[in-house]
């Protein structure tokens, strides 16, 4: 048990299987460690390999409330010790913060939806006033839709941050943001992994509902995939995206069900040498991030959008299959160089 492997840090067993195949098709040493609670003995060595941390922003939705935390403490004394933590504490922040992402990817220059962070509901209705609208709420430590609303009035607003629906944020952050209006009713996200860029996905945002996680594992039935093993948010429901279009909901390719058109689609037109893609390379580098999902919008009047950095990142079952598992074999790869860079034991 003490021969170098591959350590994944998580809290979700649903969203392994891809990547536990890919590692085994690599013939690659790997074993989970759970970040839904556990213990550290500090005077002690970690085990020997490489740590990859897919620490999900949404993790207290699961009952892992204390998954942040314990990855703080986890990764600190990993990197302490010499370790290799692959999106390590530097990127834990990002993940759990989108103020984090927004202010880093301003500073780099990229066109961020304006966005004000609001701490506890105090401020709400004041700052809400300084939105057109129609605008957006989403919480700061999000994944999976968590309190994205559309609102078109401030009064429904009001209404909203003086009653009992108000969705608490996990870390007591609501975002408030420009509602920005997609030339076309889908979203792109652009995959890397180890710095390189692997493909771009575009997904079908026309059912209206803010929760895209790709997982099959995060389907959810109304998109036409099986029964949902995340937890929906069910306050979306007055909040749909009402964008033009002539796209229909569904996600049959996944059931095999229907003939409608799968959710995520990859998009060839987006590739590596696209001056966004090589922006975004450049500034996960910088920011230490080695495996990341970035969603961007694209606006009729030219504006290139980048809003949410997954470092959890899952991919499209329907993409993979299409694609070869790229995805996961990219990650697969990058994991058994970073090991047998390190271990001479492990073939390269
Ligand atoms: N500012 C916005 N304007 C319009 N739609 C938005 C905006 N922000 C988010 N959305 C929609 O809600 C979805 C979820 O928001 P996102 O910021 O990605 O949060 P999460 O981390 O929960 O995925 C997006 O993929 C997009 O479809
Ligand atoms: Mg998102």
Redesign the pocket.
Known sequence: MNSPRIHILHENDDWLPPLHAALDAAGLPYTDWSLAGGSIDLTAQPPEGVFWSRLS??SHTRGHGAAKDYARALYRWLEASGRRVVNGSRVVELEVS?AAQYAALAAAGFDV?RTTVVVGRGDLKSRAREFPTPF?T??NQ?????G?R?FNSHADFDAYADGPDFEEPADGITLL??????AAPF?SRAEFVGGEFVYAVR?D?SGGS????PAEACAIPEQGFAPAACEVPAQNDGGA?ALAGTFTAGGAAAAGATSAPPLFVKRDDITAGHPLIVRLGSFLAAQGVEVAGV?F?ETDDGRLIP??I?TNTNYSPDVESATGNAGATAVATFLGRELAARYSTVPA
């Open positions: 922003a949404s989108k939806p957006i989403k919480h999000g994944g999976k839709g968590l994205v559309r943001q420009e509602f920005v209006e997609s979203i997904v945002t803010f929760e895209l996680c995206l969603e919008f809003y949410d997954n």
